[in-house]
């Protein structure tokens, strides 16, 4: 993962360079050649995407692009506040490792998972939840609202098994378990939410330069204090893409770029609204 980009682009090798630093270990490498269970693990997964991914900005700004919004989807807002200059990449790397641990930790001690949901509607899969809840006892429900016709769930084993059982009884296409062990984006996470908010407290935010669009409202946020409250949040809170994705829209964006090491959200886009253009950051440097 980045390797690639850190041969061809100097600018991408040093950001490498610097996580390693930051990090005390060489977090280059296991991006570069894993092993793929050490990579996989979240606390490893969160730095090396995030470092990835601020790579790829880094070259992307050396090429004098500047984004109009940005946004991230979970984990990606850091990278989106790093790329509006309201958090220095340092400060990001040792929070989303540290966010990586927290999580980590309330897996363990509340372990449970995420399914993704295809074919239903947003409200639809709510209402099952909610049902599934009182019946239960447990905890499911919407932890992502990724574009229309997939969303997906999180909660605790005997919850979220009885919610995949209702939303294929429903009429799912598909309800497929995700290769997590936690159930992010829902109240399993609360401790780590609280200490994750601690941690918060001691990093320096700034205004962002470039309009940021939150996980939490689907809409912009500016001021530092309502930032830091809604990164703490996201831990417990649904992460609202669809929405923040359309309300960029409407502001007039016609051409989505995909900074980091993957596809998913140019996949999503074209299921939010194909009218709009999306690139990874692969295409848009053979593009550009």
């Not at 790579?55 to 850091?78: D, I, K, N, T």
């Not at 502001?251 to 009218?275: K, Q, W």
Request: net charge negative; proline share 5%; with cysteine.
């Amino acid at each position: 993962m980045g390797k690639a980009l850190a041969e061809r682009f100097p600018v991408a090798a040093r950001v490498f360079a610097r996580a390693d630093e930051v990090l005390g270990f060489p977090l280059s490498r296991l991006c570069f050649e894993g092993p793929a269970e050490t990579l996989n693990d979240t606390l490893n997964t969160q730095p090396a995407i995030l470092a990835t991914s601020v790579a790829a900005l880094r070259v992307l700004e050396e090429q004098g692009e500047e984004p109009a919004y940005v946004a991230g989807h979970s984990l990606g807002e850091f990278t989106a506040l790093v790329a509006a200059d309201a958090l220095d990449f340092e400060e990001a790397l040792l929070l989303v490792r540290e966010r990586g641990r927290l999580m980590k930790e309330a897996g363990a001690r509340r372990p449970g998972g995420m399914a993704a949901v295809l074919g239903l509607d947003t409200e639809t899969v709510a209402a099952i939840c909610e049902q599934v809840c009182q019946e239960t006892g447990g905890y499911v429900g919407i932890a992502n609202d990724n574009c229309p016709g997939q969303v997906v769930i999180s909660g605790d084993e005997r919850a979220l098994v009885a919610g995949m059982e209702a939303m294929q009884a429903a009429g799912a296409r598909r309800v497929v378990r995700l290769a997590v062990s936690i159930a992010a984006h829902s109240p399993l996470m609360a401790e780590a939410a609280a200490a994750f908010r601690q941690a918060l407290e001691n990093v320096p935010l700034r205004r962002p330069r470039i309009p940021f669009v939150s996980n939490a409202t689907a809409a912009e946020m500016a001021e530092p204090e309502s930032i830091r409250e809604a990164l703490a949040r996201q831990l417990t809170a649904p992460v609202r893409w669809r929405g923040s994705v359309q309300y960029m829209i409407r502001r007039g964006i016609a051409c989505f770029v995909e900074v980091g090491p993957g596809d998913v959200l140019t996949g999503l886009l074209r299921r939010i609204d194909a009218s709009v253009h999306g690139l990874t950051t692969a295409q848009f440097l053979e593009w550009a």
